[in-house]
């Protein structure tokens, strides 16, 4: 009943609360993976799958992921690491050239909320650092996004350091933003492609094999 009643705060984006009965269910002795995994990722799955069906919208969408990790933040210290482990990693940013965060930042959260460890590098990222930050972080897919038409060449020069590094064997690439297309994803070299964050959910866990 907790563990429903957590899910259901994450739904109404009530982060006071998601805290509260996360400190309450840790108090009687509920595991943290469980919390997250029955509790938090349950209630951001529904939400999820309501801004999917046009019932939710991002300002709601946007509450609800701060409520979420509201409550991650109260429970994630107390993980062991191998606890820890995850769908996998994604390294999300912003392409060189544009400073728009806030799709991003909603991908993110969602990611985040249907159990990806998400490495956020922000805006303005030039493939120099995509690269490096590939290589330190090792994640299974990169997502990159533009919201600019000027800047969309700056997808596949990305995708060619990936390679030029050799390092695009290792790592998925899925990508959007207003302006990129399936098609434009096809011939930048990308894996996927997403118009909206819940289908960047779905699409992360297809090009992983987690259906």
């Known amino acids: ?34 919390i997250i995994n029955d509790g938090l990722i349950a209630g951001m799955n ?7 069906e ?3 919208f991002i300002p709601e969408v946007m509450m609800s992921a701060r409520a979420m990790h509201g409550g991650l933040a109260v429970v994630r210290p107390l993980l062991t690491r191998s606890e820890q482990l995850s769908r996998g990693t994604i390294l999300i940013c912003t392409v060189k050239g544009d ?4 799709g991003k930042n909603l991908v993110s959260m969602m990611l985040e909320g ?3 460890r998400v490495i956020d590098l922000g805006t303005d990222v ?13 994640p299974q897919i990169v997502a990159m996004s533009t ?14 350091a990936i390679e030029a590094a050799g390092l695009r064997g290792k790592v998925k690439v ?22 909206d964050a819940a289908l960047a959910v779905d699409k992360a866990k297809e090009l992983l094999g987690q259906g």
């Open 1 to 34: 009943m907790l563990l429903e009643d957590i899910a259901l705060a994450v739904i109404e984006g009530d982060g006071e609360k998601v805290e509260q009965l996360v400190r309450q269910a840790l108090s009687e002795g509920l595991a943290a993976p469980l």
């Open 46 to 52: 529904t939400v999820g799958r309501r801004f999917k």
């Open 54 to 56: 046009g019932e939710f």
């Open 99 to 102: 400073v728009h965060d806030i």
């Open 114 to 116: 249907a159990g990806f």
């Open 126 to 138: 030039a493939p120099e650092r995509l690269v490096q930050a590939v290589r330190e972080h090792s």
């Open 147 to 160: 919201l600019l038409t000027t800047t969309l060449h700056r997808i596949p020069e990305a995708v060619k």
């Open 174 to 195: 899925m990508v959007g933003g207003a302006p990129v297309t399936p098609a434009f994803a096809d011939n930048a070299g990308a894996d996927g492609y997403a118009p």
